[in-house]
C-alpha cells in the first residue's frame, strides 16, 4: 500500500495540533474533508527478482482508489435518518428550546420535564452535534476546574458536584491541582486558557477569601468553597452562619439549655460565623453560650478533649456541647466517656461536616451538620453555564446546610 507523498504532508502537518484547540475549527475541518478526498490506497502486485523482467511485458493494473468514505444521499431511507431537536420536542411534548435546557443541564427546566425529555431522547437515539454546537457557538464544550487542595475532603465533594452537572450537559472538564502555590496555580491558568476552555471554576483549599484572578480573563470565572474577595466576581459558598443556627436550635429543641461551644481556629471565617449563627439562635431563644463565648482552638480531637477538660472542671452543670468540626467532636465524646458522663443521657454533643468516617463510626454515632458540599459545586456549575450564555450574576451564593441526627443528640428528660 501506499499514501501520495502530498497527503503524507498534510496529514503530517494537522497531526501537529497537539492536544491544544487549534486556532480554526472551521479551517481544519475543511482541510480534513480536502484530505478525505486526496487520499487513497495504491495496490499494485508484488514481483520476485526472477520475475522482473517478465513483469514488464505484463499489461499495466490500473491503481484501485478506495475512497475513505462514501457520502450516503439525503432522504434515501427515512429509517437511518438522525434524529432532531425538533423530533424530541415533539415526542416530549415540549419546546425546542426546552429541550436544549433540558439536555445541557440548564436550570429553569421543571424535573419531570428532564425526565420526559431525556426519555423522548433516548427513545429516538438523539445524539447532539457536539462539534456543529461548538462552530455555531463558538465554544470548545470544555471547562477548567482549578483547586489548591485535590486531596482534600472537602474540596473533593465540591468537584465532584461540578462535575455531575457538567457530565449532564455533555461538557469535558480539564482538572488541575495548584496544591496551593499561586505561580503553579498561573502556570494552570494559562494552559487551561491555551486550550480555549468555556470557562472556569476555582476550588478553594478553605472557606477564607481568596483573592480574585481579574477581570481581564477572556472567559467567566466562579469560586467555590472559598469565595472571592471581589465582590464583582460569582462565588458560592455553604451558608456557615446558618448551619450555627441550625445546631443550635437542635439542641434546644431537645431540651438543651446549658450549651457551650467548642471551636476550630479563630482565623477560619467559617469557626466565626458558626459560633456567630449558633450566638443568634440561643439569643432568640432567650440563652447565651455557657461562659458567654466559645472557645476557640485547633481542628484536632485532640483540642476537643482539653477544651471539655477544661469545660468540666468551670461548668460541671452542661447539658450540651456544639462543636465547630466532627473532629473536635469525636475528642470531646472521648472526653465526656472518660469523665463517666453518659452521651447524650447527661451531655449532648453535635459536630459539624457530617465527615461519614468520624461522624457514623463515633460511639454513639455523632449528629452533626452537612455543609452540602455537592450541592456548592452543582451550583457554580450552573452559574458557569449561566455566565457562559452571558447572565452573570455576581456575588456571593450561599447554599444552605442540613441537620443529619444521630445517636448523640436526645430530647432531655
Not at 423522548?120 to 456543529?132: C, G, I, R
Request: charged share 25%.
Amino acid at each position: 500500500m501506499r499514501i501520495p507523498d502530498r497527503a503524507i504532508r498534510k496529514a503530517a502537518g494537522l497531526a501537529l495540533v497537539n492536544s491544544a484547540f487549534p486556532t480554526g475549527i472551521a479551517e481544519l475541518l475543511r482541510d480534513l474533508a480536502k484530505l478525505s478526498e486526496k487520499v487513497f490506497i495504491t495496490v499494485r502486485p508484488r514481483y520476485t527478482r526472477s520475475q522482473a523482467h517478465s513483469a514488464k511485458q505484463l499489461p499495466k493494473i490500473p491503481a484501485r482508489r478506495t475512497p475513505m468514505a462514501e457520502p450516503v444521499a439525503h432522504g434515501t431511507d427515512e429509517r437511518f435518518k438522525p434524529a432532531t431537536l425538533k423530533d424530541v420536542a415533539l415526542l416530549a411534548g415540549v419546546s425546542i428550546a426546552t429541550v436544549s435546557k433540558a439536555l445541557n443541564g440548564r436550570e429553569h427546566v421543571r424535573a419531570e420535564t428532564r425526565v420526559r425529555v431525556q426519555h423522548a431522547a433516548e427513545k429516538l437515539n438523539f445524539s447532539p452535534n457536539v462539534l456543529a454546537q461548538g462552530l455555531l457557538a463558538g465554544r470548545t464544550g470544555t471547562v477548567g476546574l482549578l483547586t489548591s487542595d485535590l486531596d482534600g475532603r472537602f474540596s473533593i465533594p465540591v468537584m465532584m458536584g461540578a462535575e455531575d452537572a457538567f457530565g449532564s450537559g455533555s461538557t469535558s472538564v480539564f482538572l488541575c491541582d495548584a496544591r496551593g502555590d499561586s505561580i503553579r496555580e498561573q502556570h494552570h491558568l494559562r494552559a487551561l486558557l491555551s486550550r480555549r476552555v468555556d470557562g472556569l471554576i476555582i476550588v478553594g483549599d478553605t472557606t477564607n477569601p481568596r483573592e480574585t484572578l481579574g477581570h481581564d480573563i477572556p472567559v467567566p470565572v466562579v469560586y467555590a468553597y472559598a469565595p472571592s474577595i471581589d465582590p464583582r466576581d460569582v462565588s458560592v459558598v455553604s451558608d456557615n452562619v446558618g448551619a450555627g443556627q441550625i445546631a443550635a436550635d437542635h439542641l434546644v429543641e431537645c431540651g438543651r439549655r446549658r450549651i457551650a461551644y467548642i471551636s476550630g481556629d479563630v482565623n477560619y471565617r467559617a469557626a466565626v460565623e458558626r459560633v456567630e449563627g449558633a450566638s443568634r439562635a440561643l439569643s432568640a431563644h432567650g440563652l447565651e453560650l455557657v461562659g458567654g463565648e466559645a472557645l476557640y482552638g485547633a481542628w484536632s480531637e485532640g483540642w476537643g478533649r482539653g477544651a471539655v477538660r477544661t469545660l468540666l472542671a468551670r461548668h460541671p452543670d452542661i447539658d450540651a456541647i456544639l462543636c465547630g468540626s466532627d473532629q473536635i467532636a469525636r475528642g470531646a465524646l472521648d472526653a465526656l466517656r472518660e469523665a463517666g458522663r453518659d452521651v447524650p443521657g447527661d451531655i449532648a454533643v453535635m459536630g459539624h461536616d457530617n465527615w461519614e468516617q468520624i461522624a457514623a463510626q463515633s460511639r454513639p454515632p455523632l449528629s452533626t451538620i452537612d455543609m452540602n458540599l455537592e450541592q456548592v459545586g452543582r451550583k457554580a456549575a450552573h452559574l458557569l453555564f449561566a455566565a457562559i450564555d452571558g447572565a452573570v450574576k455576581p456575588g456571593v451564593h450561599s447554599i444552605a446546610t442540613r441537620l443529619v441526627t444521630r445517636g448523640s443528640t436526645a430530647l432531655a428528660d
